[in-house]
């Protein structure tokens, strides 16, 4: 099974820091996704990436091709973007999903 | 704008009973999926369908049959619910395989 694995499992900042979730994957992916699960459950996508980087307001994503890694970042971060984040690997056909990162930002 | 709609929200089955999720999306999309969400697990892919009359098993199939009524529409059924499958379910669609995925608000199933 090709594995994809985050980290931080939780993170809890002050609010305007600067927050990085990382991502990293077994070979064969074609592209990589990162999304955003609020709190009342709904999932929303934030990036889809095959190589460099995207922007996105105070969000950026990136990726590295050749060491098979991925890191979302948020800026200014705000107590609205806690929320669980979610990185995922398209294998074929398929997406397998990391297990996600929940997020805590404190006024 | 509707998006990807799932219905029931909530359902509470007892073992043995059947259950049909429902989806609808309308963003004229060829790709639909199925996925259940369990606590420390990540989503897990459980059927999808890449085009209108075409369906595949994903990652844990067992349990599931799922029908493409017909390009909007994507049905999950539990024939003989277990309490295995007790799960937040989200269907989501695509324009295609492996581009951006929209996704419902999900379906909290607990099987008794």
């Known amino acids: ?107 | 704008n509707a998006g990807v709609t799932q219905t029931p929200k909530f359902q509470v089955l007892k073992t043995g009973q059947s259950m049909t999720l429902q989806c609808a999306q309308d963003m004229n999309h060829n790709s639909m999926y199925w996925y259940r969400q369990d606590p420390g697990m990540g989503l897990r892919l459980i059927y999808y369908s890449a085009s209108e009359g075409t369906t595949d098993k994903g990652e844990v199939p067992n349990g599931y049959n799922v029908s493409r009524l017909n390009k909007r529409e994507f049905s999950l059924r539990l024939e003989s619910a277990a309490p295995s499958q007790t799960s937040v379910y989200f269907c989501a669609s695509s324009v295609s395989l492996n581009t951006e995925a929209f996704f419902g608000q999900g379906t909290r199933l607990t099987v008794v």
């Open chain 1, 1 to 107: 099974k090709n594995e994809v694995e985050q980290s931080p499992q939780n993170l809890t900042a002050q609010e305007g820091e600067f927050i990085t979730i990382n991502c990293s994957y077994s070979v064969g992916i074609s592209a990589l996704h990162w999304l955003q699960q609020h709190p009342g459950g709904g999932i929303v996508s934030l990036f889809m990436l095959s190589s460099g980087k995207k922007k996105h307001g105070r969000l950026i994503a990136t990726i590295n091709i050749q060491e098979k890694h991925s890191s979302l970042h948020i800026t200014a971060s705000h107590p609205r973007d806690s929320a669980v984040y979610i990185c995922a690997g398209n294998y074929g056909n398929q997406f397998y999903f990391g297990t996600g990162t929940s997020l805590t930002v404190i006024p």
